[in-house]
């Protein structure tokens, strides 16, 4: 059909721009621009990316908008590209850099929608290709209400050191045998160039390829287009697919709100605890839920990853990465199992404006892989993403037990306030077997920023200790961390949260099975020393990280910083 002759122009943003005498001096710039008068008085699609030359996770995608741009018009849509910031946590890692990132995703969800909102388009297709990106833009689709469709850039190809497949994380690790003697200069040279040899974001099931497997199984991305690797020629077909169905989007008036429903929340939390994801899904869910005015909070995520299978036998705590399980049937066959077996919501609608259960309809299972197992017959019954919650973190915590030997532990509290300190005591071995490192102040507000503690996790895994120690922050933990390691413990420090209240040798417990975090205090001694507890000037004074410690809510309910869409008068889909 040809979506030009059933789209009514008076009803969409951009007529305040294109259409009446009165937008004359607006339509000349666009004019100025080379468009004909048949393309201003087409529907306007905003192609917003978060292309730079930052890192490779965001290299290909102006090269991928530039396919979309041409589905757009390819359906009578008239595109308008703009790009958006990121940071990028693998560069951003392990100094006060990492204070940028969790910002970051603010200022993505705030800057599409300035530009949306100023320019009134009608439709938003957007590509992202890192941890904070994919959150960012997904967020905005669902504060501005308008048709929309996003794309991931893909995952990078595996590295090869020495016959063996590697990704980023094992270099992370290897500075941790480096720094124990365990690896040479040499070695590390030699690993260093050979560990990100394409474009793409990390490879394994991080928090990138976590939110792109969110994407899909909450209905925003096309089916199979968050699989495929960002150098595959076959992304070109996702690209104009997405820019020619956006088109229908807008025919049919087809919202994200109508898509990111609870139940669709509800699905994107079980792909994540199926396949060992991110435990930064658990921050980036409730606030996603937060901009379509939905209550989902951490609590609510832990629920669902309580009862789901872990099927996916991806890194960092399995064998394989994005592209294998792209290879072995992407993540329709990973969603169409749990379907069958009752773990997902088939009737949720998608941007092909069909259901989830429609989509997968003509989904057949693999035999020949073993990236991922039926739903039945799980790596284990817990999913790989756990919550807790006990008298250390009354607002509740993470961890990630894909890959565990071990779901409890014990052992006395040594503490440090902010992660460097905890990273040199790592670097020169002053810890203990049996302990739990705690780093505090490095929460949403007292980081401000919330780092990930990746740079420390992960030498403690190339020491060896990845399963002697265990390590508690009230900041975050890479996709990337594996051991035992619980993030996002709430209250923070900063707002006086028993995480900041505890002293060396006290003695906490953790227990994955039963989902508890405790210290071996009584409510009497805590309060006593909440008492005592006055709060810590923050490190920052001024700038867009001031700005964001100002606004910014608790872990628990995402790390937001507006009302919402709850608070929401005007919804800009209907300016």
């Known amino acids: 059909m040809n979506v030009r002759t059933i789209i009514d122009k008076r009803n969409l943003p951009s007529r305040h721009v294109t259409e009446g005498p009165a937008r004359a001096p607006h339509r000349s710039y666009l004019y100025a621009m080379g468009l004909t008068?048949?393309?201003i008085h087409q529907p306007l699609v905003g192609v917003a990316s978060c292309w730079n030359e930052a890192a490779p996770c965001n290299i290909s995608l102006m090269r991928q908008a530039q396919?979309?741009?041409?589905g757009v018009a390819a359906a009578n849509g008239t595109p308008r590209e703009f790009c958006t910031i990121t940071?990028?946590?693998?560069?951003?890692?392990g100094h006060e850099g990492m204070k940028a990132s969790l910002a970051s995703r603010e200022v993505i969800a705030d800057s599409v929608e300035l530009t949306m909102r100023g320019h009134a388009?009608?439709?938003?297709?957007?590509?992202?290709?890192?941890?904070?990106?994919?959150?960012?833009?997904m967020m905005a689709m669902l504060r501005l209400n308008v048709p929309s469709i996003f794309i991931y850039g893909g995952s990078i190809l595996p590295?090869?050191?020495?016959?063996?497949?590697?990704?980023?994380?094992?270099?992370?690790?290897?500075?941790?045998?480096?720094?124990?003697?365990?690896m040479s200069d040499d070695d590390l040279d030699e690993l260093e160039q050979v560990a990100c040899p394409s474009a793409g974001a990390c490879g394994a099931q991080f928090t990138a390829n976590t939110m792109a497997t969110v994407s899909e199984a909450i209905g925003l991305a096309l089916p199979y287009s968050a699989g495929a690797p960002a150098p595959y020629e076959i992304r070109d077909k996702f690209c104009m697919a997405a820019g020619e169905q956006v088109m229908d989007l807008v025919a049919r008036n087809i919202r994200p709100r109508e898509i990111v429903t609870r139940k669709a929340l509800e699905n994107a939390a079980t792909v994540v605890a199926a396949s060992g994801g991110s435990t930064n899904a658990a921050?980036?869910?409730?606030?996603?839920?937060?901009e379509a005015g939905i209550k989902f909070d951490l609590f609510d995520v832990a629920e669902i990853f309580k009862r789901t299978p872990?099927?996916?036998?991806?890194?960092?705590?399995?064998?394989y990465v994005a592209k294998d399980m792209f290879e072995a049937g992407g993540i329709p066959l990973l969603m169409k199992t749990l379907l069958e077996h009752g773990f997902l919501h088939g009737d949720c609608l998608t941007v092909t404006g069909r259901t989830i259960a429609e989509n997968l309809a003509s989904v057949k299972w693999n035999p020949h892989q073993d990236v991922v197992r039926p739903a039945n017959d799980p790596i284990t019954a817990t999913g790989g993403v756990v919550g807790l919650q006990g008298n250390l973190a009354p607002d509740g915590a993470i961890v990630k037990v894909a890959g565990l030997k071990n779901l409890k532990f014990t052992g006395p509290a040594r503490c440090f306030d902010g992660e460097e300190a905890c990273f040199e005591a790592v670097t020169k071995r002053a810890y203990e077997d049996g302990e739990v490192l705690v780093i505090r102040y490095e929460g949403p507000k007292g980081g401000p920023g919330m780092r990930e503690m990746l740079s420390t996790t992960a030498a403690l895994y190339g020491q060896g200790k990845g399963d002697k120690v265990a390590l508690i922050t009230d900041g975050r933990f890479s996709g990337a961390t594996r051991g035992f390691c619980i993030g996002h413990v709430g209250p923070e420090a900063a707002v006086g949260g028993p995480i900041g209240l505890i002293r060396d040798g006290d003695i906490i417990t953790i227990d994955a099975i039963e989902g508890t975090l405790d210290v071996a205090l009584s409510d009497e001694e805590l309060a006593a020393r909440k008492a005592e507890w006055k709060?810590?000037?923050?490190?920052?004074g001024s700038g867009a990280i001031w700005k964001f410690a100002q606004a910014v809510g608790p872990a628990r309910e995402g790390a937001v910083t507006h009302p919402g869409g709850a608070a929401e008068t005007t919804c800009y889909a209907d300016i």
Not at 87 to 93: K, P, Y
Not at 283 to 290: N, Y
């Open 87 to 93: 940071v990028t946590d693998g560069i951003a890692m």
């Open 159 to 182: 590295g090869s050191y020495r016959g063996q497949p590697v990704t980023v994380q094992d270099l992370f690790e290897a500075v941790g045998k480096h720094s124990v003697g365990a």
């Open 121 to 137: 388009y009608d439709a938003l297709i957007g590509l992202a290709g890192c941890d904070k990106s994919l959150p960012g833009m």
């Open 283 to 290: 921050l980036h869910l409730p606030a996603m839920a937060h």
């Open 37 to 39: 008068r048949e393309q």
């Open 67 to 70: 396919v979309v741009k041409k």
């Open 535 to 540: 709060p810590r000037p923050s490190p920052v």
């Open 310 to 319: 872990y099927i996916a036998d991806l890194k960092p705590g399995g064998r």
